[in-house]
């Protein structure tokens, strides 16, 4: 149901547009998220959207650098991920679940996941 890609390899600074394309059934009644997991690490979370577009939630540690969007016309859910760190290393994770509030940047909030795309920034 959920299809992650546009991962690759860039250089610190660099930029990368991840797409997460959603079954019609699913992006229509679930938010959509992104979450990344790196070696040795636990998934964590990255970003989401609400239905309708009508708030974006972000981590702290990629505030002001990446923008998730919804694509209604395409059923994707979108992350423009700028001026790349090494430490955005991992492998990305789309979503889909109806998290409450509180839970809303909980990956066990998420039932329904891609198969991944890897990104990797070198320094």
């Known amino acids: 149901q959920l299809q992650a890609s546009g991962g690759g390899s860039v250089q610190a600074g660099g930029s990368l547009r991840l797409s997460c394309g959603v079954s019609?059934?699913?992006?229509?009644?679930?938010?959509v998220g992104w979450f990344r997991q790196a070696p040795g690490k636990e998934r964590e979370f990255v970003a989401t959207v609400s239905l309708g577009s009508k708030r974006a939630y972000y981590d702290d540690s990629v505030k002001g650098r990446f923008t998730i969007s919804r694509d209604n016309a395409k059923n994707t859910v979108n992350l423009q991920m700028n001026s790349l760190k090494p430490e955005d290393t991992a492998v990305y994770y789309c979503?889909?679940?109806?998290?409450?509030?509180?839970?809303?940047?909980?990956?066990?909030?998420?039932?329904?996941w891609g198969q991944g795309t890897q990104v990797t920034v070198s320094s």
């Open positions: 019609g059934d699913t992006f229509r009644s679930y938010t």
């Open positions: 979503g889909a679940g109806r998290p409450i509030l509180s839970s809303i940047r909980n990956p066990s909030a998420y039932g329904n």
